[in-house]
């Protein structure tokens, strides 16, 4: 089955209201003018009054002449040249020139878009094109020139593809054109054998289809849907246009019924607006039905509403949820929050008493023209403001986040056939969200992201060194997995020597993330990652006396010299609690328990209000005149190579003996340490609990608390 007989979708004009739907051009038509030849150099040739026609709709004012002179110098480099459908081919770099000025590309780009095979399939060489048209021409023609066969063999498409992205980075025109240029492809591959058809096919659908998407080219993309579902499902594509035959030769139209009703809301609002009514592509209508079942008449388009203001789409909203039965549910504002890819509308649906259920999109002209032509609709994106002279800088506002992480990984992809899968995969997630720095910066990731992944989109390779994070100011693993609007803090160690964990490759999501965790691993096959691994031991502690082998808060604790503790009953034995381990200068009160002994607890200790609850009495307590301290210390960090070194080393610069110390197997890449330790003064205690605070890994360190001691 031809693809181009089977196509369903119409290309035309979608600048908005005004524009008018164009028939598909006679291509063989064109052809035979092609033929004719150059004509005199103050005409414009026959054959390209279609594109002028279209571009003078969004551009009355342009220049035509680099249109002409790209038309001729293609025409007479092409000439003789044939396609396998047997047309001439300047037929083909006509057709894709038609595509882009129905959809508002600027001249430079349709004069590029002319001339954008004459440097792969004829004499014609870039220093050419760029000394007759100019350095930007020259870099569109270059961008989509694919790369020789017989240089790259097997890798010439993947790398054809990294060179058109790379190109893309500074000049997203380049991908305006061969999207354009795959459509055109796409329209005409009938006369090629099955296989090459699903082959191409294919690839149109893992990666041009998820390309079109993410620079908002819903025109193209909607088209190209349709020719892929043709020729890769021809049963499901036969079912679904029975579907629309069949609901396009009823006698009643629910959804005309609907849009004539909005009408009259809308005018009795004194909103004025443009109500349409837009049929689903058949991919669109595919999905419904897997989704509803049997369809019903409202499930084959959806109403368009065009009017000049952002506040009237609002306007339009509330009389539409006013004045008919909304659909709660099916409310979306991508006003306020845009999607991505330049995509704005809101979108809701209404509901008749008979059950139909009609969904509307909202929008703006200008929002309609962007839905449709996306990047295509930003005109020229490098053409310096009028106030702003030109000082040789291009700023590419049509750069998103995700194209500059697909540029960022692909340079540490240098095997194309780790590039050509990773694309796919990386294009495979369609959906983004924004989460936002400490700082006010933000992060775009793709949906499903977790903290590694947003670690490497901030620090790059340098993320080797994080060793954990905050989400919305709580403590979180870099497991943890992101929501849009999340705010996330890394938090980065200090220790070159910190690497990765081979489990982040679990948690990674996105391509720079995987790639840069497993060229580290290659580089490093002896290492594994040790966030999850056994703590290091540490000779210090294993050469601590027998006590340091108690559990803390058992005897390491207990102090019972008359020196530190002046108790209010002569004779008594001093016993300082574990559960809150107080030290000078805590203030403190006892409490007598069996054996004659008085216990000691830090005044806010959660024991205190359960002995005066259970009506034990207090006894008298205050500190002596000693200085030393024993205290009782809860570190929690996160693994990592030499924290328990470091950590020990810190206490000892602050003159800390450690008496004992317990450390907890790692979970969920966290540790929990707990230190007994001697002060020669307790005034140093705050100093001590810094020192520890500051270690590169530790995110807490408290005194120790123990409520069942």
Same mark, same amino acid.
């Given at each position: 089955?031809?693809?181009?007989?089977?196509?369903?979708?119409?290309?035309?004009?979608?600048?908005?209201?005004?524009?008018?739907?164009?028939?598909?051009?006679?291509?063989?038509?064109?052809?035979?003018?092609?033929?004719?030849?150059?004509?005199?150099?103050?005409?414009?040739?026959?054959?390209?009054?279609?594109?002028?026609?279209?571009?003078?709709?969004?551009?009355?004012?342009?220049?035509?002449?680099?249109?002409?002179?790209?038309?001729?110098?293609?025409?007479?480099?092409?000439?003789?040249?044939?396609?396998?459908?047997?047309?001439?081919?300047?037929?083909?770099?006509?057709?894709?020139?038609?595509?882009?000025?129905?959809?508002?590309?600027?001249?430079?780009?349709?004069?590029?878009?002319?001339?954008?095979?004459?440097?792969?399939?004829?004499?014609?060489?870039?220093?050419?094109?760029?000394?007759?048209?100019?350095?930007?021409?020259?870099?569109?023609?270059?961008?989509?020139?694919?790369?020789?066969?017989?240089?790259?063999?097997?890798?010439?498409?993947?790398?054809?593809?990294?060179?058109?992205?790379?190109?893309?980075?500074?000049?997203?025109?380049?991908?305006?054109?061969? =999207?354009?240029?795959?459509?055109?492809?796409?329209?005409?591959?009938?006369?090629?054998?099955?296989?090459?058809?699903?082959?191409?096919?294919?690839?149109?659908?893992?990666?041009?289809?998820?390309?079109?998407?993410?620079?908002?080219?819903?025109?193209?993309?909607?088209?190209?849907?349709?020719?892929?579902?043709?020729?890769?499902?021809?049963?499901?594509?036969?079912?679904?246009?029975?579907?629309?035959?069949?609901?396009?030769?009823?006698?009643?139209?629910?959804?005309?019924?609907?849009?004539?009703?909005?009408?009259?809301?809308?005018?009795?609002?004194?909103?004025?607006?443009?109500?349409?009514?837009?049929?689903?592509?058949?991919?669109?209508?595919?999905?419904?039905?897997?989704?509803?079942?049997?369809?019903?008449?409202?499930?084959?388009?959806?109403?368009?509403?065009?009017?000049?203001?952002?506040?009237?789409?609002?306007?339009?909203?509330?009389?539409?949820?006013?004045?008919?039965?909304?659909?709660?549910?099916?409310?979306?504002?991508?006003?306020?929050?845009?999607?991505?890819?330049?995509?704005?509308?809101?979108?809701?649906?209404?509901?008749?008493?008979?059950?139909?259920?009609?969904?509307?999109?909202?929008?703006?002209?200008?929002?309609?023209?962007?839905?449709?032509?996306?990047?295509?609709?930003?005109?020229?994106?490098?053409?310096?403001?009028?106030?702003?002279?030109?000082?040789?800088?291009?700023?590419?506002?049509?750069?998103?986040?995700?194209?500059?992480?697909?540029?960022?990984?692909?340079?540490?992809?240098?095997?194309?056939?780790?590039?050509?899968?990773?694309?796919?995969?990386?294009?495979?997630?369609?959906?983004?969200?924004?989460?936002?720095?400490?700082?006010?910066?933000? =992060?775009?990731?793709?949906?499903?992201?977790?903290?590694?992944?947003?670690?490497?989109?901030?620090?790059?390779?340098?993320?080797?060194?994080?060793?954990?994070?905050?989400?919305?100011?709580?403590?979180?693993?870099?497991?943890?997995?992101?929501?849009?609007?999340?705010?996330?803090? =890394?938090?980065?160690?200090?220790?070159?020597?910190?690497?990765?964990?081979?489990?982040?490759?679990?948690?990674?999501?996105?391509?720079?993330?995987?790639?840069?965790?497993?060229?580290?691993?290659?580089?490093?096959?002896?290492?594994?990652?040790?966030?999850?691994?056994?703590?290091?031991?540490?000779?210090?502690?294993?050469?601590?006396?027998?006590?340091?082998?108690?559990?803390?808060?058992?005897?390491?604790?207990?102090?019972?010299?008359?020196?530190?503790?002046?108790?209010?009953?002569?004779?008594?034995?001093?016993?300082?609690?574990?559960?809150?381990?107080?030290?000078?200068?805590?203030?403190?009160?006892?409490?007598?328990?069996?054996?004659?002994?008085?216990?000691?607890?830090?005044?806010?200790?959660?024991?205190?209000?359960?002995?005066?609850?259970?009506?034990?009495?207090?006894?008298?307590?205050?500190?002596?005149?000693?200085?030393?301290?024993?205290?009782?210390?809860?570190?929690?960090?996160?693994?990592?190579?030499?924290?328990?070194?470091?950590?020990?080393?810190?206490?000892?610069?602050?003159?800390?003996?450690?008496?004992?110390?317990?450390?907890?197997?790692?979970?969920?890449?966290?540790?929990?340490?707990?230190?007994?330790?001697?002060?020669?003064?307790?005034?140093?205690?705050?100093?001590?609990?810094?020192?520890?605070?500051?270690?590169?890994?530790?995110?807490?360190?408290?005194?120790?608390?123990?409520?069942?001691?």
């Amino acid at each position: 089955m031809s693809a181009e007989a089977t196509n369903p979708a119409t290309p035309g004009p979608v600048a908005g209201s005004a524009a008018r739907w164009r028939a598909r051009i006679d291509l063989r038509r064109l052809g035979r003018a092609a033929l004719l030849g150059p004509t005199a150099r103050d005409r414009l040739p026959s054959a390209i009054s279609h594109v002028v026609d279209a571009h003078r709709a969004h551009y009355p004012g342009a220049d035509l002449e680099p249109l002409r002179r790209a038309y001729v110098l293609a025409e007479s480099s092409h000439r003789g040249q044939m396609r396998k459908s047997g047309e001439p081919y300047i037929t083909h770099p006509l057709a894709v020139t038609l595509i882009l000025a129905e959809l508002g590309a600027e001249t430079t780009t349709l004069t590029a878009s002319l001339l954008h095979d004459t440097v792969e399939d004829t004499d014609v060489t870039l220093d050419q094109v760029g000394e007759e048209f100019g350095a930007e021409v020259r870099y569109l023609v270059d961008g989509v020139t694919k790369l020789e066969k017989v240089d790259y063999g097997a890798a010439a498409e993947p790398e054809t593809f990294r060179k058109m992205l790379v190109a893309t980075g500074s000049d997203v025109r380049v991908m305006s054109i061969k =999207l354009a240029d795959r459509l055109h492809n796409m329209r005409t591959l009938g006369v090629m054998r099955p296989e090459k058809q699903a082959r191409i096919a294919k690839v149109t659908r893992d990666v041009l289809i998820p390309l079109a998407e993410r620079l908002g080219v819903q025109a193209l993309k909607t088209e190209l849907e349709d020719l892929v579902f043709a020729i890769l499902h021809p049963e499901e594509y036969e079912y679904t246009r029975e579907l629309i035959v069949d609901n396009a030769s009823r006698a009643d139209d629910p959804l005309a019924d609907i849009a004539d009703e909005v009408r009259g809301v809308l005018r009795e609002a004194g909103i004025q607006a443009e109500v349409l009514i837009r049929p689903r592509h058949f991919v669109s209508v595919h999905r419904v039905a897997r989704k509803r079942g049997e369809l019903r008449g409202a499930d084959f388009g959806r109403l368009l509403v065009l009017v000049n203001e952002d506040a009237d789409c609002y306007g339009v909203l509330g009389e539409l949820h006013t004045c008919m039965t909304p659909v709660v549910s099916e409310f979306k504002d991508f006003i306020a929050v845009p999607k991505f890819n330049l995509y704005q509308s809101l979108h809701t649906a209404v509901a008749r008493p008979d059950g139909q259920v009609a969904e509307v999109l909202i929008r703006t002209h200008q929002m309609h023209k962007v839905a449709e032509a996306g990047v295509v609709a930003l005109g020229n994106p490098y053409a310096p403001a009028p106030d702003d002279p030109a000082d040789g800088e291009r700023v590419d506002p049509t750069r998103p986040g995700w194209l500059s992480r697909l540029l960022d990984w692909q340079e540490a992809a240098p095997d194309p056939d780790t590039f050509w899968s990773t694309l796919r995969e990386d294009l495979a997630q369609d959906r983004e969200i924004t989460v936002f720095r400490p700082d006010g910066g933000t =992060l775009g990731l793709p949906e499903g992201a977790s903290c590694v992944d947003a670690a490497y989109a901030q620090y790059g390779e340098d993320a080797h060194a994080c060793i954990g994070a905050r989400v919305n100011g709580r403590l979180a693993t870099l497991s943890t997995v992101l929501r849009d609007g999340d705010t996330v803090q =890394l938090l980065m160690g200090q220790d070159p020597a910190s690497e990765p964990s081979r489990e982040w490759l679990e948690h990674a999501h996105t391509p720079a993330a995987r790639i840069a965790i497993q060229r580290w691993l290659a580089a490093h096959p002896a290492h594994e990652g040790t966030e999850e691994s056994e703590p290091e031991r540490l000779p210090a502690i294993e050469e601590a006396p027998a006590a340091a082998h108690r559990p803390a808060g058992e005897g390491a604790a207990l102090r019972s010299t008359t020196d530190d503790i002046v108790v209010d009953r002569p004779g008594a034995t001093v016993r300082l609690a574990g559960c809150c381990t107080p030290v000078p200068p805590d203030e403190v009160t006892g409490f007598a328990v069996r054996g004659g002994v008085v216990t000691v607890h830090r005044v806010e200790c959660a024991a205190v209000e359960r002995m005066k609850s259970a009506g034990r009495p207090e006894v008298g307590v205050r500190w002596g005149d000693t200085t030393e301290c024993r205290v009782t210390l809860l570190a929690e960090s996160f693994g990592r190579p030499h924290l328990l070194a470091d950590l020990t080393e810190a206490m000892a610069l602050e003159g800390a003996e450690i008496v004992s110390a317990t450390v907890e197997p790692p979970s969920q890449q966290r540790v929990r340490h707990t230190y007994t330790v001697q002060l020669p003064d307790a005034a140093h205690l705050p100093a001590l609990m810094r020192a520890m605070r500051n270690v590169p890994g530790v995110y807490d360190v408290s005194r120790a608390h123990t409520p069942g001691a």
